[in-house]
């Protein structure tokens, strides 16, 4: 459970009442429990309508104990069942009714409960060198001039990550109009910067003593891939001011 401090004010006392909490108490608060969560993922929050703190005459948001558990609710429902917010408000809305709600049971267990070990890392699919060749239609020099720019990249055992076909097609399809795989290097090197703002995002859920928070980790990691390559391609499209069907 959070720890909050005694004496919390309720939702709706005034913002000068000593038991309201300022964001940075708040995160504090929150830390032990959610080692990942931050000032602008609590500011979302609050622009969500998950929580509504109260301001002060300056405007600085003051937090009652009940607006952390509530945050504490919101947080553990995405962390431990994978719900999204709009799912999320609803069971807040019910238990604020008093209903009894029923979570999908997987995640975090309750205190005293085993966590089971967190499962392992799926098996990345694989292609041969040989098949790669095949499949991108191109031949042994090709593919060497390629991973020499770092656009591929083996495996330990020489083996290719089967995203290697995609990549190595769209290389092809871009050779068509004169663009060459030395010209791509900026592209890959961004690709790097964006994974490695990735990882660092999610780094500390790697790291997490919880078992069942650091098998989250892949599963924050592919959402966050998947609004860096939205991200990605609607700045190219405004860059260039086309918009794709």
Same mark, same amino acid.
């Given at each position: 459970?959070?720890?909050?401090?005694?004496?919390?004010?309720?939702?709706?006392?005034? #913002?000068?009442?000593? =038991?309201?909490?300022?964001?940075?108490? @708040? *995160?504090?608060?929150? /830390? $032990?429990?959610? +080692?990942?969560?931050?000032?602008?993922?609590?500011?979302?929050?609050?622009?969500?309508?998950?929580?509504?703190?109260?301001?002060?005459?300056?405007?600085?948001?003051?937090?009652?104990?009940?607006?952390?558990?509530?945050?504490?609710?919101?947080?553990?429902?995405?962390?431990?069942?994978?719900?999204?917010?709009?799912?999320?408000?609803?069971?807040?809305? #019910?238990?604020?009714? =008093?209903?009894?709600?029923?979570?999908? @049971? *997987?995640?975090?267990? /309750? $205190?005293?409960? +085993?966590?089971?070990?967190?499962?392992?890392?799926?098996?990345?699919?694989?292609?041969?060198?040989?098949?790669?060749?095949?499949?991108?239609?191109?031949?042994?020099?090709?593919?060497?001039?390629?991973?020499?720019?770092?656009?591929?990249?083996?495996?330990?055992?020489?083996?290719?990550?089967?995203?290697?076909?995609?990549?190595?097609?769209?290389?092809?399809?871009?050779?068509?109009?004169?663009?060459?795989?030395?010209?791509?290097?900026?592209?890959?090197?961004?690709?790097?910067?964006?994974?490695?703002?990735?990882?660092?995002?999610?780094?500390?859920?790697?790291?997490?003593?919880?078992?069942?928070?650091?098998?989250?980790?892949?599963?924050?990691?592919?959402?966050?891939?998947?609004?860096?390559?939205?991200?990605?391609?609607?700045?190219?499209?405004?860059?260039?001011?086309?918009?794709?069907?």
């Amino acid at each position: 459970m959070l720890r909050t401090p005694s004496g919390g004010a309720g939702h709706g006392a005034a #913002a000068t009442d000593s =038991g309201l909490m300022s964001i940075g108490t @708040v *995160l504090n608060v929150l /830390r $032990d429990e959610f +080692p990942e969560v931050t000032i602008s993922k609590i500011r979302f929050l609050e622009a969500e309508g998950l929580i509504e703190p109260q301001r002060t005459p300056s405007g600085y948001r003051k937090f009652s104990a009940h607006d952390v558990e509530r945050l504490g609710h919101v947080l553990r429902m995405q962390r431990d069942h994978y719900l999204p917010l709009k799912v999320i408000r609803e069971h807040l809305e #019910a238990m604020e009714r =008093g209903e009894a709600v029923q979570l999908p @049971v *997987l995640g975090r267990q /309750r $205190d005293g409960e +085993p966590v089971p070990e967190a499962p392992e890392g799926p098996t990345v699919a694989r292609i041969g060198r040989a098949e790669l060749l095949a499949a991108a239609g191109i031949d042994e020099q090709e593919l060497e001039e390629w991973e020499s720019y770092g656009l591929l990249t083996p495996l330990e055992d020489g083996a290719y990550d089967a995203e290697a076909v995609t990549v190595a097609s769209l290389v092809v399809e871009l050779g068509r109009f004169g663009i060459e795989p030395r010209h791509l290097r900026a592209m890959k090197a961004a690709a790097d910067r964006e994974a490695g703002l990735v990882d660092q995002v999610v780094a500390p859920l790697k790291r997490h003593r919880n078992p069942q928070t650091r098998a989250h980790a892949e599963a924050r990691t592919k959402e966050l891939a998947g609004l860096t390559v939205r991200l990605h391609a609607a700045l190219v499209q405004t860059a260039l001011g086309v918009r794709l069907p």
